[in-house]
């Protein structure tokens, strides 16, 4: 089912959108119970204390799992030398260099929201590498280059308060080891 907006159609109201830093994006598949396991890389990523900004994770009861998530550009070496690992090298694997997220804050839960932007994205031939979402957030990940055009021909489909800009995360706080 395709929405058209005509002309006379109103934006939706959102509360804000924000974006990443540069990230680097991981997919993973497990297709078979011989595999390794997606969830014992995620636990070795947490003893190594890499950050995951963005998650989407699903385990089956068939051995089947599928996962996607987000690291920081300076921490995907780490995350690369796990996967390197031989017990993980047996498992389907796509790496994207260079992704943003966009997280838009919807107002008043617009049912219409999530259909307008993936229809935004794919009018301007915009990838869409992962997402998710909640009640109170929609996280996209596309090429960090296209985060400023996104939100740029965004402005059409929705309505940011009044002297809103998206919100670009200027720092990152990294936990120094005792």
Same mark, same amino acid.
């Given at each position: 089912?395709?929405?058209?907006? $005509?002309? =006379? ?11 990443? =830093? ?14 390794? $396991?997606?969830?014992? &890389? ?31 550009? =300076? ?11 031989? $017990? ?51 996280? &996209? ?17 929705? $309505? &940011? ?18």
């Amino acid at each position: 089912m395709e929405i058209v907006l $005509s002309k =006379e159609s109103p934006k939706i109201s959102i509360g804000g959108i924000k974006f990443s =830093e540069k990230l680097t994006h991981i997919s993973l598949v497990k297709d078979t119970a011989e595999d390794s $396991s997606i969830d014992d &890389l995620l636990r070795l990523l947490a003893k190594r204390r890499i950050n995951i900004p963005f998650l989407c994770h699903s385990s089956t009861l068939y051995a089947s799992q599928r996962s996607c998530f987000c690291v920081s550009c =300076e921490n995907f070496p780490g995350v690369l030398s796990l996967l390197n690992f031989s $017990s993980f090298s047996n498992l389907n694997i796509k790496v994207v260099p260079a992704v943003g997220t966009i997280t838009l804050f919807p107002h008043k839960n617009s049912f219409q929201l999530l259909g307008q932007i993936i229809q935004t994205f794919g009018k301007f031939n915009i990838p869409i590498y992962s997402m998710s979402s909640s009640i109170s957030a929609i996280a &996209l990940n596309t090429d960090f280059t296209s985060l400023d055009m996104v939100a740029e021909n965004l402005q059409g489909v929705t $309505s &940011l308060p009044e002297n809103h800009a998206p919100f670009r995360q200027e720092f990152c706080l990294k936990e120094l080891h005792r």
